[in-house]
C-alpha cells in the first residue's frame, strides 16, 4: 500500500470540501502512474485512520472516483483503479506528445522572440542601475494608503464597480485638470483617453495606424521596445540619425521628398535612450514637414514633469498640427512602478477607436488604483511630490555628471540633459561596454538600463545610466565599480 | 486693455514657475486669437500691480516671449505681441483642418466600431442589473488596504520596482499554489503566466494563434467580446450551436471531416452567455477530438471558483490533451472590478512568446497590486472570501430564480445553473426585449447585463441577469420593475 498518510494532504484553509480533496489527490496519483489500473484501494476504514477522517468522508471521495471512471466497486473486494485506464496520464503541459506550441512543432503560432536589450543574463546584485526611474522611497506612502483605502471603502459601500472605457473616469477629468494646467495643451475631455502606463498607449496607437509594409519613421538610436513593436506590426522602419538638436528633420524632409511614409515616432523632449531634447529650430522646421505632408505622428513624451530648470519647450502638441499628433505620456514616471497609469490625446475620432481597441485588450482599468491617484491629482499631492522629487533628482544629476567627468572621463563621454532621470553615456571604443557590463555584475553592480552594445545597435557602444533611484553614495559606489572595469 | 486680472491666474500648488505660467498663458492668448499681432503688452509695472507679483517676475516671464519669438521688445516702447504671427490658431485635436483621424478623413488607420452588445444607451438609475459580477460591499476592505499599505510600504522602503514580465514574481508563486489547489491542474511555474484579467489573456493567447482567414469555431451565441476580438484579427468565425449538454461536440466533428481549423474558442463551465455546463460526454467526445486533430483550444473558465455544491467538473486541461489546450482564468470575478487580474496556463514555448506580446502591449504589471493579492492568498484571505461569497450568492440565485418563476414564467423561459454569478433568461418571443430594456429604464432600473437581442443575435431574445452583487429586496425591486413592462 502507497503512504497515503503523506501522499493525501488535507488543506483546511482550502474552499474545496474534503472529501473533494480526497478524490483529487486521488487522480492525480492515478495520472502521475503512481497508481496502477487496477490497483486495490485501502479499505475505507483503514484509510479513515490514517488520515485522521470520517468514514463516510472517504466513502464520498471513492463515490466521485467511481462516477467518474477512475474506479470501480467491486463486490466484497472493495475499491480498485479501473482496470482500463490508459498506463500512464503524462503532464500534459510538459507531454512528449507533440504539442502545437512546442519548440519543435510545424503549428503557425506568432514565435515572437524576447527583445534584445534586455537579454544579457545578470545577477541581481546589491547596487542595481537602472534605466531611469524614481525613487520610490521618497513617494508620500502614507497620503497613498490613505487615498487608496478612501477610494476602496468608498467603492465598497456604493458598490461601484468602476466605469467603462466609454466613460468620463473621475481618475481622466483628474488628469485632464493636470495636463492642461502643466503641458498648456489646448483640448477637451474627449481628446484624452487613458491607459496601462505610456507603452499601452504607443501599442494601441500604433496598431491603429501601421499596416504591414508601411514605412514608419524612427530616430537612430530609439526606444527599443517601440521599434520593436512597430516591426510586430509589420512596418518598414526608416532610422533617421540623432545629433544634439535632437532628430535630424532635413533627413525626413529628403525621405518625404521620393517617397511617403505612414507614422513618424518622435520623442523631442529627453530623447530616450539619448537624453537630447529637440531645439526650436527643428521643432519649427518639423512642424511644418507635418503641416505639407499626410502622416500621423507619435510624440511620446514621457519625461516631460523632469525638468530641472524652465525650460521653454512645450510639446509639439501644443502647436499647429490640426490633429495629426498623436500625443503620449505617463504618470509611472511620475509616481514610479506601483502606478502604471499613462495616457492619449489625440482627435475624438481617433480615441473612439482606441477605446474599442483597449477594450478586447484589457476591458478596463484598474479603478480603485486610479481613483487612488485622481485623489493624489486633486490634493496637490502629485504637484507637490513632483517638485519634491525634482529639486532632488537635479542635485544627483549634478553629482554623477561630476563623478562621471572626474573618475572615467578617459572612457566616457557624455551630454548632461537639462531634466530627465538618466544619462547617456558613450564608451569610447576601445572599451567593449558588453564585457565592462558582464565584469561589473561579478562586482556586485547590476546595469539593467537600455545598453546598446548587442545587435544592430552594437556601435553605439552607450548605455543609460539612471541617476534618480540612487542616492549620492550609491551614485559613488557605481561609479568606482565601473571604474575598475 | 484686455482683463489680464482675470485671465492669467496664478495657480500656486503648480510646480511650475510663476514666470513660466504667466509666459505660457500669454502663449494661450495669442493662441486663442484673444490677442492680435502687433498688440501692444502692458506694461512691466502695471501688469504686476495688477497681478500682484514682483515686477522681475514679469520681465522674466515677457523674456520668454521674446525668446520664443511670441513677443518682441520695442525701444522706449515696451513689448507687443509679434506683428508677422499667423492670425489665429485653432485648438489643434478640433481644428476644422482635415485631420488624418477625422470622421471623414481618406487616412488609413483602423475604425474600429463599439461594441454592438453594449451600445444600447441607458441612463444609470438607482437599480443596475449588471452581467454576472460579484458583491464588492462583501470585500474584506480593511484587511485588503492593510495590505496595500505593508506591500507599499515594503516596495518604498526596500525601493522595490517590481518584477519584469521574464521574472518570477510572488505574485505568480501564490498563485500557482492557489491554482494547484483548486483546480488540480498539474503544472510548473513555467507553465502560468498573469494578465490583466481574463480579457487580456484571451487577447494575448488569440493574436499569437490567430492570422487573417484562420478558421476559429465558437459556440453560439457566444461570449461577443472574444468573437469580437476573433473577428479584428481577421479570422473566420464558425458557430456551433448549444444546447443543454454544452456545445454540440458531434458538429465540431463534422466540421473537422472537411476543414481545419485553427482555434476552438470554449467556455464548458457557466458558458458565456448561457450559463450551461457541458456534460461528461461531451466532453469526453471533445478530448477525443483534440487528440486526434491538430487545432488550439482556449479554455476560458471566467467562472470556477464560483459552484454552489459539489460539482465533479474539473477544467479540460486537467486532462489528456499534450499542451494544445490554452487555459484561462481570473480573480477579478473573486475580488471584483478594483482587481483586473488574469492568467493563462500553457506551455513554456507558448508563454514565451506571450511574455514578449505582453511587454510590447504594457512593459509590466501593478507591482503593489500583485503583491497585495499575493498576500491575501497566502493569508487564506482569499479562500474564506470565496467560500462566504459562494453561500451568499447561492442563496440569491434561489431567491431570483422562485422571483422569475412566481412573478415572470409566463413570459421568461431558463435553467437554474449550479453555480456563477448570472441567470440566462429568455424573453418568450411575443415580447420584444430591447424595447422591455428601454422601458424598464425609464422606471430606473438599468440592465447592463450582455443582452443578444440586436444584429445577428437578436433571434436569441435573452440577456443575463447578474444575482450575485444585488441583495433580496434590490432582486424583488427589479423583478416587479421588468413584470410591469
Redesign the interface.
Known amino acids: 500500500m502507497l503512504p497515503y498518510k503523506n501522499l493525501i494532504i488535507i488543506?483546511k484553509?482550502?474552499?474545496?470540501?474534503v472529501?473533494?480533496q480526497v478524490s483529487?489527490q486521488f487522480?492525480?496519483l492515478i495520472?502521475?502512474g503512481k497508481l496502477s489500473p487496477g490497483t486495490l484501494l485501502p479499505s475505507t476504514r483503514v484509510l479513515a485512520f490514517d488520515l485522521q477522517l470520517h468514514r463516510k468522508t472517504i466513502v464520498a471521495a471513492y463515490d466521485?472516483l467511481v462516477?467518474?471512471d477512475w474506479a470501480d466497486n467491486l463486490p466484497r473486494k472493495g475499491y480498485r483503479v479501473s482496470p482500463d485506464l490508459?498506463v500512464v496520464?503524462?503532464?500534459?503541459?510538459?507531454?512528449k506528445?507533440?504539442?502545437?506550441?512546442?519548440?519543435n512543432?510545424n503549428?503557425?503560432?506568432?514565435?515572437?522572440?524576447?527583445?534584445v536589450h534586455?537579454v544579457i543574463s545578470l545577477n541581481k546584485g546589491p547596487l542595481v542601475i537602472?534605466d531611469g526611474?524614481p525613487?520610490?522611497?521618497l513617494?508620500p506612502?502614507k497620503v497613498?494608503?490613505e487615498q487608496?483605502?478612501k477610494s476602496?471603502?468608498n467603492?465598497?459601500?456604493g458598490?461601484?464597480?468602476?466605469f467603462?472605457l466609454?466613460e468620463v473616469s473621475n481618475f481622466r477629468i483628474s488628469l485632464h485638470s493636470f495636463l492642461n494646467?502643466?503641458r498648456?495643451i489646448?483640448?477637451?475631455i474627449e481628446?484624452l483617453f487613458t491607459?496601462?502606463?505610456a507603452?499601452?498607449a504607443i501599442?494601441i496607437a500604433a496598431?491603429?495606424?501601421i499596416?504591414p509594409g508601411d514605412k514608419v519613421v524612427v530616430s537612430e538610436p530609439s526606444y527599443f521596445?517601440a521599434e520593436?513593436?512597430f516591426k510586430?506590426l509589420g512596418a518598414e522602419l526608416i532610422r533617421i540619425p540623432m545629433d544634439a538638436d535632437g532628430m535630424c528633420t532635413e533627413e525626413l524632409e529628403k525621405i518625404l521628398k521620393k517617397d511617403s511614409i505612414?507614422l513618424l515616432y518622435i520623442i523631442p523632449h529627453h530623447h530616450h535612450p539619448t537624453t537630447v531634447t529637440m531645439s526650436?529650430e527643428r521643432r519649427q522646421h518639423l512642424m511644418q514637414i507635418i503641416n505639407t505632408h499626410?502622416?500621423?505622428v507619435i510624440e511620446d513624451d514621457y519625461d516631460y514633469?523632469f525638468q530641472f530648470k524652465?525650460d521653454?519647450y512645450?510639446p509639439l502638441?501644443?502647436?499647429?498640427?490640426?490633429?495629426?499628433?498623436i500625443y503620449i505620456g505617463s504618470l509611472t514616471k511620475v509616481l514610479?512602478?506601483?502606478?502604471?497609469l499613462g495616457y492619449i490625446?489625440?482627435?475624438?475620432?481617433?480615441l473612439?477607436?482606441a477605446?474599442?481597441?483597449r477594450?478586447?485588450?484589457?476591458?478596463?482599468?484598474?479603478?480603485?488604483?486610479e481613483e487612488t491617484v485622481a485623489g493624489l491629482i486633486n490634493n496637490?499631492d502629485l504637484?507637490?511630490h513632483?517638485?519634491k522629487t525634482?529639486k532632488l533628482y537635479s542635485q544627483r544629476c549634478d553629482v554623477l555628471s561630476d563623478l562621471i567627468i572626474d573618475e572615467l572621463g578617459d572612457k566616457i563621454t557624455f551630454t548632461k540633459p537639462t531634466g530627465g532621470m538618466a544619462l547617456w553615456l558613450k564608451l569610447k571604443p576601445e572599451y567593449n561596454l558588453l564585457q565592462v557590463i558582464k565584469k561589473a555584475n561579478l562586482k556586485g553592480l547590476t546595469m539593467t538600463g537600455s545598453s546598446y552594445c548587442v545587435g544592430k545597435d552594437a556601435h553605439f557602444n552607450a548605455f543609460r545610466f539612471g541617476f534618480a533611484?540612487l542616492d549620492e553614495h550609491q551614485l559613488a559606489d557605481a561609479v568606482h565599480i565601473l571604474k575598475k572595469q
Open positions: 488543506d484553509k482550502n474552499t474545496l470540501p472529501y473533494r483529487l487522480i492525480s495520472q502521475e466521485i462516477s467518474e490508459p496520464r503524462p503532464r500534459s503541459y510538459n507531454s506528445k507533440l504539442s502545437p506550441f512546442a519548440n512543432a503549428f503557425d503560432f506568432e514565435r515572437l522572440e524576447p527583445l534586455q537602472d526611474f525613487d520610490i522611497s513617494l506612502t497613498i494608503s487608496f483605502k476602496l471603502d467603492a465598497a459601500r458598490k461601484n464597480t468602476g467603462n466609454n494646467r502643466t498648456g489646448d483640448m477637451g481628446n491607459t496601462r502606463g507603452q499601452m501599442y496598431s491603429l495606424i499596416k521596445i520593436a513593436l510586430k505612414k526650436v499626410n502622416f500621423a514633469d524652465y521653454p512645450l502638441a501644443t502647436g499647429d498640427h490640426g490633429g495629426n499628433i514610479g512602478a506601483p502606478f502604471r490625446i489625440a482627435t475624438e475620432e481617433f473612439k477607436a477605446t474599442t481597441l477594450t478586447l485588450i484589457d476591458l478596463k482599468g484598474d479603478f480603485i488604483m496637490g504637484a507637490r513632483i517638485q525634482n533611484s
